[in-house]
T-cell receptor
Framework: EAGVTQFPSHSVIEKGQTVTLRCDPI?????LYWYRRVMGKEIKFLLH????????ESGMPNNRFLAERTGGTYSTLKVQPAELEDSGVYFC????????????FGAGTRLSVL | AQSVTQPDIHITVSEGASLELRCNYS??????LFWYVQSPGQGLQLLLK??????LVQGIKGFEAEFKRSQSSFNLRKPSVHWSDAAEYFC??????????????FGTGTQLKVEL
């Protein structure tokens, strides 16, 4: 069974550009989460999808970040325009049920904004 | 608000020595507790979890952790460390039995170095 897959593994862009990160969850997992780790800090929650609906987006830093999950399968996280402080590692995780279930993580996308 | 503290940023141990990584949490009820490990170039892998019941939980790769409610701690232990255990370890807390969603709150991580 394939795990959580994230593309790309590394992205280097200039300030002001747009970047789109993609996450493919484990097949059949309705719950999908995005997290971010800024250099030297803790991994922080961004948002949670249940199928195609946003269940909790309390961790999204500002309106430059847009997450979608069309059809309830893969998800994208777009940053537009990117700022220097957006640099970090973006993790995606999925689980089969929302409460008390194990979240399986992808390898992350390392975003470098220059 | 829930929070997790991992007081040790870096730890170095000799191969074969015992290991204990500390984790303290703050949560209003009985939480779900997790330890994840991240090896270079890899994603976060679950080592073990505590939901309820026996406070000593066994995980993969010979790791165990003990939930101590009175100390709000969930320390990770391994009796004999192998060189392949060198990685970064994260403690996390999630919404417990009283709900609160399932987003995880992580500590800042402990980087483990193993000396041969």
């Amino acid at each position: 069974e394939a795990g959580v897959t994230q593309f790309p593994s590394h992205s280097v862009i200039e300030k002001g550009q747009t970047v789109t990160l993609r996450c493919d969850p484990i097949s059949g997992h309705d719950n999908l989460y995005w997290y971010r780790r800024v250099m030297g800090k803790e991994i922080k929650f961004l948002l949670h999808f249940v199928k195609e609906s946003k269940q909790d987006e309390s961790g999204m830093p500002n309106n430059r970040f847009l997450a979608e999950r069309t059809g309830g399968t893969y998800s994208t996280l777009k940053v537009q325009p990117a700022e220097l402080e957006d640099s970090g590692v973006y993790f995606c995780a999925s689980s089969s049920s929302p409460q008390g279930d194990i979240q399986y993580f992808g390898a992350g996308t390392r975003l470098s904004v220059l | 608000a829930q929070s997790v503290t991992q007081p040790d940023i870096h730890i170095t141990v000799s191969e074969g020595a015992s290991l204990e990584l500390r984790c303290n949490y703050s949560y209003g009820a009985t939480p779900y507790l997790f330890w994840y490990v991240q090896s270079p170039g890899q994603g976060l892998q679950l080592l073990l979890k505590y939901f309820s019941g026996d406070t000593l939980v066994q995980g993969i790769k010979g790791f165990e952790a003990e939930f101590k409610r009175s100390q709000s701690s969930f320390n990770l232990r391994k009796p004999s460390v192998h060189w392949s255990d060198a990685a970064e370890y994260f403690c996390a807390v999630g919404g417990g039995l009283t709900g609160g969603g399932n987003k995880l709150t992580f500590g800042t991580g402990t980087q483990l170095k193993v000396e041969l």
